[in-house]
């Protein structure tokens, strides 16, 4: 009995203990985490937007969105976070589209596990050949109606297209059919609200 | 005299003659998972080295009251508690690296070099020679991933932390990058290959 005791006294004082320290350094670092992931999400949106100079956060339909404004007050489009699977996990990316709800602003790669050297290229500075461009600027001012298709291996035609990376077509579709999808649920949500301002 | 031979004896043994990864092949989860660069393989060596000495003394001054029946438990709480700070702090002040290493910071609660030296030598011990021994266990496994990470870092990219060493054919050099360095069979290969050497040499000595 009296082991039993001791056996007790001593787990409950060193739970106590760590949950004690835990909870006081969690309180300090806590502020500064998030205020690294608002600096990203900031910094995202800017690379999406470059335009922006102030936005305002607001969920609609389960969707966040941020509207963003230039310094004289104007719309300057909208960004969000559009998320979806990889090839070998999922892919998370901030996305900013027009107020024409027709043309991006650009896209910027957020969290993805692709292959290195292969899929991880989609958030690489390796230019593409023959498009010229690195696989995330060809978002850049795209058009996503009709929506965004890949061809391989050779320069896009169409102003929707983009040229997707040798070896890697799995991710390149899937970050295709991510924003395809995303944009089509967000433009649906913005038209919605259009209709009931007006 | 006596003493201080004997507490350097407890720092150098873990860099070389019981190294925890090349002598030991403890806590290979991390060893391989890692070290695609040599600034990740350092910082999560120095985030176990944090966790072993603190542990190491919190566990060694009260060993004698811990109860030989739930030592176990009472040692995984205190690591526990002990890693959750390094994540937060890691989190806090270097928010790329934490990204980098994922998983891998909360999972060294469960990293055999941190319970096997407690159960093995801390619980056992005073707090200099726990201290010692928690030490150059932490820094043998910091070289360690230093060492794999740094060539592996090295044939992917013709880098070593970050520092451009072989220019690459994208940078108009002649080195083409070894993808498969960076990759995870590239972890077991290095780690082979040097445990292979390794073994050769002491077999000879």
New interface residues.
């Given amino acids: 009995m009296k082991?039993a005791t001791?056996?007790i006294t001593?787990?409950v004082v060193?739970?106590l203990?760590?949950g004690g320290?835990?909870s006081f350094?969690?309180r300090?670092?806590k502020p500064?985490?998030e205020a690294?992931e608002r600096e990203?999400t900031r910094q995202a949106i800017f690379n999406v937007l470059p335009e922006t100079e102030s936005y305002e956060f607001s969920e609609r339909d389960g969707v966040g969105i941020y509207q963003c404004e230039d310094t004289s007050g104007n719309l300057v489009g909208y960004a969000f976070v559009a998320e979806g699977g990889g090839y070998q996990d999922k892919i998370k990316m901030m996305v900013g589209l027009r107020p024409d709800l027709k043309t991006l602003g650009g896209i910027e790669i957020l969290y993805s596990r692709e292959?290195?050297?292969?899929g991880g290229k989609i958030d690489s500075e390796?230019i593409l050949q023959p498009a010229g461009k690195t696989f995330t600027e060809q978002f850049k001012e795209l058009e996503v109606l009709p929506p965004i298709e890949y061809v391989k291996g050779k320069k896009p035609t169409a102003p929707n297209q983009i040229q997707a990376i040798t070896g890697a077509t799995i991710s390149s579709r899937s970050v295709v059919k991510i924003i395809n999808e995303t944009v089509a649920k967000v433009t649906e949500i913005l038209k919605e609200e259009g209709k009931k301002e007006k | 005299m006596k003493t201080s031979w004997q507490l350097y004896g407890d720092l150098i043994k873990g860099l070389w003659r019981e190294n925890p990864v090349f002598r030991q092949l403890l806590a290979m989860c991390p060893t391989l998972a890692v070290t695609t660069t040599a600034l990740q393989g350092f910082t999560m060596g120095i985030a176990v080295v944090f966790v072993l000495i603190l542990s190491g003394v919190v566990i060694s001054s009260f060993r004698k009251l811990i109860p030989h029946q739930v030592r176990i438990a009472t040692f995984t709480i205190i690591i526990a508690a002990f890693v959750t700070i390094t994540d937060l702090i890691l989190a806090a002040t270097f928010p790329p690296m934490s990204k980098a290493l994922g998983p891998y910071v909360p999972l060294i609660v469960v990293n055999c070099i941190i319970l096997g030296r407690m159960e093995a030598f801390t619980s056992k011990h005073p707090v200099s020679r726990s201290f010692m021994d928690a030490l150059g266990m932490g820094l043998g496994f910091t070289l360690t991933l230093v060492i794999l990470g740094s060539i592996r870092e090295l044939l992917s990219s013709g880098a070593v932390f970050g520092y451009q060493i072989l220019t690459t054919q994208a940078a108009g050099g002649w080195f083409r990058p070894w993808v498969i360095m960076i990759l995870p069979p590239g972890a077991f290969i290095t780690l082979g290959i040097l445990l292979g050497i390794i073994n050769t040499f002491s077999r000879k000595s």
Avoid: K, N, S
């Fill in positions: 082991t001791r056996m001593v787990l060193v739970g203990f760590a320290t835990l350094v969690y300090w670092a500064q985490i690294h990203l292959t290195p050297g292969l390796d």
